[in-house]
């Protein structure tokens, strides 16, 4: 049975859309995965004479145990962003005579060959090698460490797994992961609790008693029994029917209809903000992107980068342009074939998501006046950069938005979450932010300010006096792409 999953495996991956569509972005990946393991190999390498360098009067295997409280709360951290359960799809299974069971060991025992698990390996074999050799440790002392590092990095997996489970039940997502990785930090950190000492202690006892090990092996089959219940008790065909059920609220949106013929659209996209978890991230956003400037500007050693100015003003004007402009059509994904099907014009659907943007963009602009407070100059970099979002941006994204062809699903939880990213979505942020930010430093580097801000300026303006014709052009391309679109949100990637 497990042979069979496992073929169904490699059929689904290699026979949908994600792998035919987004070939770059699996190489991208690939690529990210290798210069983890070279920094993870360097760092194996290069840990023993480190230590002994900067703590020569202490054991090296002694000291890397004591930081191993603070590696695991950061892999635990870095998991519950980018690790997911690797869910198969499990419904046309649950009619066949296949015991629940079968298929939930088979799901818990594939996280347990996930990419997180096996790079700690890579550090921590060219580690142990250096202790053997150069440390005068025994071979079976060593592997018993490693083997103990393991169980932990599974240990790490599987709670993970129970995390996400409470943080999907939750409206902040990303509350239970903080509130326990920062609560440990805290213990430790105020020495209420020491875990530093703890962890290194119980590391010690393992390697000193073998025995010992099957203490980190129960709590590894405690938390690998808690996933088995949590999975089995969702999987049934009629789970996802079963829905919260909660008092509908309306909202006022008549001042739409000033906008005339675009008024049902842009009804539309505001409810769907306002109204899922996914798309509602686009709103939370627009306070991270207006107080981004106080990261930088009540500094003095940013204040005189003036290359920056112009980038800090891209996102904190555009933050909206670029978290929901990315994701154009995608957001419509679950009901597109649906929307194409109507008698409606593709232009005024666009036109609707372009004017919100804008808006957004004025909007951001007015709000961030008050950081004139660090200078004139800031605020006319801001002024440019909002005129450079709305003439260049805004056509970059709505063009990127025409090679769209990963789906959304809006109830997801919106905390680092990756579904709806493609290789548009990482390509797009070069002409985005880098393109300006590169060509007003070198202007303002060459020349001087006021001739980058009016570069920016002018690409701005143009943009805006030629609105008309981009705007026919990018209809085009989304006209030209919509029965692939409709083929790609019909599949489930």
């Known amino acids: 049975m497990i042979k069979h999953f496992l073929n169904l495996e490699w059929k689904q991956y290699f026979r949908s859309s994600y792998w035919q569509k987004n070939i770059l972005l699996n190489i991208l990946l690939v690529f990210f995965a290798l210069y983890f393991v070279a920094m993870f190999l360097l760092m194996g390498v290069a840990m023993y004479p480190l230590l002994k360098e900067f703590f020569p009067d202490n054991d090296p295997f002694v000291v890397f145990n004591g930081f191993l409280f603070f590696w695991i709360l950061g892999d635990l951290f870095i998991r519950f962003f980018f690790q997911k359960l690797p869910v198969m799809s499990v419904k046309p299974l649950l009619v066949l005579p ?11 025992g594939k996280s347990a060959f996930s990419f997180f698990n096996f790079l700690p390996l890579f550090a921590i074999v060219p580690f142990g090698i250096m202790l053997v050799s150069k440390g005068g440790y025994e071979t079976s002392t060593i592997l018993i460490w490693m083997l103990t590092i393991i169980i932990l990095t599974l240990i790490n997996n599987f709670l993970n797994f129970i995390i996400e489970s409470l943080s999907s039940e939750t409206e902040l997502s990303f509350l239970p992961v903080i509130l326990l ?34 203490v980190p092996i129960l709590l590894l089959a405690v938390l690998y029994y808690i996933n088995f219940n949590i999975l089995r008790k969702k999987l049934f065909l009629d789970s996802s029917l079963k829905k919260k059920t909660k008092e509908a609220s309306e909202t006022n949106l008549e001042w739409t209809k000033k906008f005339g013929d675009i008024a049902p659209f842009m009804q539309l996209d505001l409810k769907l903000i306002t109204r899922n978890k996914r798309a509602k991230s686009s709103l939370w956003m627009l306070g991270l992107g207006l107080l981004y400037g106080l990261f930088f500007y009540p500094q003095p050693m ?192």
Request: aromatic content about 16%; overall charge positive.
């Open 98 to 108: 296949i015991k629940r069971k079968t298929v939930v060991n088979f799901v818990l």
């Open 302 to 493: 940013y204040r005189e980068m003036e290359f920056m100015f112009v980038f800090i003003g891209i996102f904190v004007t555009g933050i909206f342009l670029i978290n929901f402009g990315q994701f154009i059509p995608a957001w419509d994904s679950s009901y597109y074939k649906l929307l194409m099907s109507q008698n409606i014009k593709y232009e005024k659907y666009l036109k609707s998501k372009f004017t919100l943007m804008i808006m957004s963009v004025i909007i951001m602009f007015v709000l961030s006046i008050p950081y004139v407070y660090f200078g004139w100059k800031i605020l006319i970099a801001h002024f440019a950069a909002a005129i450079y979002n709305i003439g260049v941006n805004s056509h970059v994204i709505m063009l990127g938005g025409s090679f769209n062809r990963k789906k959304i699903d809006l109830d997801q939880k919106a905390a680092f979450n990756f579904q709806g990213t493609g290789a548009v979505q990482w390509l797009i942020g070069i002409p985005l932010m880098v393109v300006p930010m590169g060509l007003f430093g070198a202007l303002n580097y060459f020349i001087n300010f006021e001739t980058g801000i009016a570069v920016i300026l002018l690409m701005g303006l143009l943009g805006i006096m030629f609105h008309q014709k981009i705007m026919k052009f990018i209809t085009q391309k989304y006209l030209d792409s919509k029965y692939k679109m409709i083929d790609a949100f019909s599949q489930d990637n």
């Open 181 to 214: 990785v920062g609560g440990l930090f805290a213990l430790n950190h105020f020495n209420i609790i020491s875990f530093t000492d703890l962890v290194a202690n119980g590391i010690d006892a393992i390697v000193a008693n073998p025995a010992m090990l099957l």
